[in-house]
């Protein structure tokens, strides 16, 4: 599979190294058939990803997002999707999460022509996710135990 990146800094290194090629935003959306977003969420990235980047899709590309749904600008995926503009949709993250019962999503994931796939989350579940995340939780409960400090506090 040829692979294509684009980012706001180039990469010649990892180019060669890699065998992926730099195209600019454009040529990313027009000319791949999968795209996968891997963006961080910021005040830049907010909805970078809208009507107009969907609409230069191929009707065959595929959509996927495994970063954050926030990236997207939802209804504007939902209405290529519901009109069959690009072939389909992986998402593993929604701009509204849980995504509430009557999001459209829903009657496109669940009628499989429109190929779309929901996730909520787990795609980035590993193997070995629920061991580390465990090893993180006990441990966390021994600091307490021993009045430590806890790691990744959530308050």
């Known amino acids: 599979m040829k692979v294509r990146y684009w980012d706001i800094v180039r990469f010649p290194d990892l180019e060669k190294s890699m065998d992926v090629e730099y195209v600019d935003w454009d040529e990313l959306w027009s000319g791949s058939d999968i795209v996968s977003v891997q963006l ?8 970078i990803i809208g009507a107009r980047e969907i609409g230069m899709m191929k009707p065959t590309a595929l959509f996927v997002n495994t970063a954050r749904g926030k990236l997207v600008d939802q209804p ?58 465990s090893l993180g939780i006990w ?10 400090p806890i790691k990744y506090r959530v308050d």
């Open 139 to 148: 441990l966390n409960v021994l600091y307490a135990l021993r009045g430590e």
């Open 40 to 47: 961080a969420l910021n005040e830049q990235t907010h909805k």
């Open 76 to 133: 504007a995926l939902v209405e290529a999707l519901q009109a069959r503009r690009i072939g389909g949709a992986g998402l593993d993250v929604m701009y509204e999460e849980p995504l509430p019962a009557d999001d459209p999503l829903h009657a496109l994931h669940e009628d499989l022509s429109y190929n779309v796939a929901l996730t909520s989350h787990s795609a980035w579940q590993g193997s070995w996710t629920h061991v580390r995340d």
